[in-house]
């Protein structure tokens, strides 16, 4: 009986019919499933398994053949941008600047730069700022962009570094009307770290090209709207007080994360008034004749002729 059985069970391992639970072993002539429903649903028509897969292998093969994005050209400047962007942080110390510069550096203590954050923010937060971007931090950023170091580097100060530059006019027609210009041929300028309604640069200027300390004085002498003029307005005759033609940021190679140079132009003109034809570090320059001012500093003293009034 052993034998038997074993020889049945090793029948039925050699038997060639098959082995799967939901086949029907009853009836040999046929192999059918008896639970057919587990893998295909007879309610839904087979068509539609196919149309289903037909759409999913010719979606692939429509995105395969997609054309991918044109590259650029190898000689084109490529950036990249540092995840982990880190720069070293410095600030230069208050004793290796002039005497005269000395006094308007912002010190970078510990304190002090806690302080300079909060004041940042606050200003941000006011009509006047609203441009003005700060860092999670609360420092200026640049509008420039990333310059490799942290800090307001060889700047004195934190965010804009103003340095203002002067367009001052003799003459009331475009034949007869002169610039000042120094001696590089530049328009005079001169850092400007505070805003105050009167402008003693300015007012060193028309006494050195022979204004009275009175005329001197009024001329420098600035609004208390100091919004920049809009290039349709034209200033009055009896105006005195300096036009602010434009303010805009500058690159420039001591220019950090945090600080950077700005310029900004005033413009004054003294249409007949007498004044000195020849004085030390200046000289008078015609505007019709040729200059070598940057090309803003052009615009802008077109820009100032049309103010004026001056064709």
């Known amino acids: 009986m052993a034998c038997c059985r074993a020889g049945g069970q090793l029948g039925g391992m050699m038997s060639s019919y098959p082995d799967h639970p939901d086949v029907d072993h009853r009836d040999r002539t046929r192999c059918t499933v008896r639970f057919g429903s587990v893998y295909r649903n007879p309610s839904v028509p087979a068509k539609k398994n196919e149309f289903v897969n037909s759409f999913w292998r010719q979606l692939m093969i429509d995105g395969w053949k997609e054309e991918t994005l044109p590259k650029h050209d190898i000689s084109e400047k490529s950036e990249i941008l ?50 003005w971007m700060l860092s999670a931090a609360g420092y200026p950023l640049n509008p420039h962009g ?23 006019l003799v003459g009331t027609t475009n034949e007869d009307c002169k610039i000042l210009l120094d001696s590089q041929h530049n328009l005079p300028n001169e850092p400007h770290p505070e805003s105050n309604s009167k402008d003693e640069h300015l007012a060193s200027l028309l006494k050195t090209i022979g204004l009275p300390e009175s005329d001197a004085q009024v001329f420098s002498m600035r609004r208390l709207d100091s919004s920049i003029v809009d290039p349709t307005e034209t200033v009055p005759t009896t105006d005195t007080s300096p036009a602010h033609i434009a303010r805009f940021a500058v690159e ?60």
């Not at 990333?146 to 001052?168: D, L, T």
């Not at 600080?259 to 249409?271: F, G, P, Q, V």
């Not at 008034?273 to 052009?298: C, D, I, K, N, Q």
């Open 252 to 311: 420039h190679d001591i220019d950090t994360d945090h600080a950077w140079t700005e310029h900004d132009l005033w413009a004054i003109s003294l249409r007949n008034r007498r004044v000195l034809e020849t004085f030390m570090g200046y000289f008078w320059h015609p505007v019709t004749s040729p200059m070598s001012l940057p090309a803003t500093h052009t615009e802008m003293l077109n820009k100032t002729l049309r103010v004026y009034g001056i064709v």
């Open 82 to 131: 540092l995840p982990r962007y880190s720069p070293p942080f410095y600030c230069r110390p208050v004793e290796e600047f002039p005497a005269d510069a000395a006094k308007h550096v912002e010190v970078a203590t510990e304190q002090n730069v806690r302080e300079l954050r909060r004041l940042w923010r606050s200003r941000q937060a006011m009509d006047s700022g609203r441009g």
């Open 146 to 168: 990333r310059r490799g170091i942290a800090g307001r580097g060889c700047h004195p100060r934190f965010g804009a570094n103003k340095r203002c530059y002067y367009i001052i």
